[in-house]
């Protein structure tokens, strides 16, 4: 029992909520409504959820003695000792050897979205994650995998490229937010425990922020009315300042209350953030379902 929980605890269930981006196309094309569609996007959720936890498990398999040197990922199964290294190694692959054929059952398209995101992840576990800039790059694509599989899924004919620009641009502000709050709590032992921190400042992640904040707002905002397919009175513009505010209180998070080293426990604890989220899903949903 206590190998079970060990591996439950390394798969990291609390991490799924990454995987909401898959929704993003289905709730964006109006197919929420549509149960071929919504059942489809549920299955390939679970089955991102399943892949996820392989690179979780592969990633802690390599970094298990750097995680011995780091004041939190210590305690974590693999590198405390109470998950044995074959239970993990044999776990990550028959997880592999189950999810990729039940992709490819659910949709060819979407299957060769999950195998594109298995080794984006694997390499960057081994190699990219070393390479300043593109680690945070590779960090981003993951999440923008996740909402190319959910348009795969659900044969979108409405949703628009800036939303996938503005996912990415999402992606890299959470990226980028979650190298400065690692870089500010490990301070003088962070080339220890995440060499990659070595080649990065303050400074220049404070800068990377702005940057990818401004340009996350600007195409959201785009988005609103210019895209094809919404209401001709432009009343999706009305969601903008949920953006803003939940873009703003992340921010608050990580300069004043020192949060954002991992995205999806600050979106698990923080009240308000969660709201913004879900005010923000029924704004879109009465605009794109109830309005026209």
């Given amino acids: 029992m206590s190998q079970l929980r060990g591996l439950l605890r390394t798969m990291r269930p609390k991490q799924w909520t990454k995987n909401g981006f898959v929704f993003v196309p289905l709730l964006f094309d109006r197919k929420l409504d549509d149960l071929p569609y919504l059942l489809a996007t549920l299955a390939g959720f679970g089955l991102l959820c399943l892949a996820s936890s392989v690179i979780y498990l592969i990633n802690d398999l390599a970094d298990i003695e750097a995680d011995r040197a780091h004041p939190v990922k210590r305690s974590r199964p693999l590198p405390s000792g109470q998950l044995s290294q074959h239970i993990a190694v044999a776990a990550a692959v028959a997880l592999s050897v189950v999810v990729v054929p039940l992709a490819y059952l659910l949709k060819p398209a979407f299957a060769l979205v999950i195998v594109t995101y298995l080794v984006t992840q694997i390499a960057y576990t081994f190699r990219l994650k070393h390479i300043v800039i593109i680690d945070v790059l590779t960090l981003a694509s993951a999440y923008l995998l996740r909402v190319v599989a959910g348009v795969e899924l659900v044969d979108v004919v409405r949703f628009s490229p800036w939303l996938y620009i503005f996912a990415g641009m999402l992606a890299l502000f959470l990226g980028v937010g979650k190298r400065r709050q690692e870089l500010v709590q490990l301070q003088h032992k962070a080339n220890n425990t995440r060499a990659i921190l070595d080649q990065y400042s303050v400074s220049l992640l404070d800068e990377m922020i702005v940057i990818v904040t401004a340009t996350s707002i600007l ?26 505010y939940g873009i703003f209180r992340y921010l608050y998070l990580i300069h004043v209350r020192g949060e954002g080293g991992a995205p999806d426990e600050v979106f698990l604890h923080d009240r308000p953030l969660q709201a913004t989220v879900m005010l923000w899903g029924v704004a879109v949903f009465i605009v794109l379902y109830l309005l026209p």
Avoid: D
């Avoid at 195409?219 to 803003?244: K, Q």
């Fill in 219 to 244: 195409t959201y905002s785009l988005y609103t009315f210019s895209a094809e397919g919404l209401p001709e009175n432009h009343s999706m513009m009305l969601t903008i300042p949920f953006v803003l």
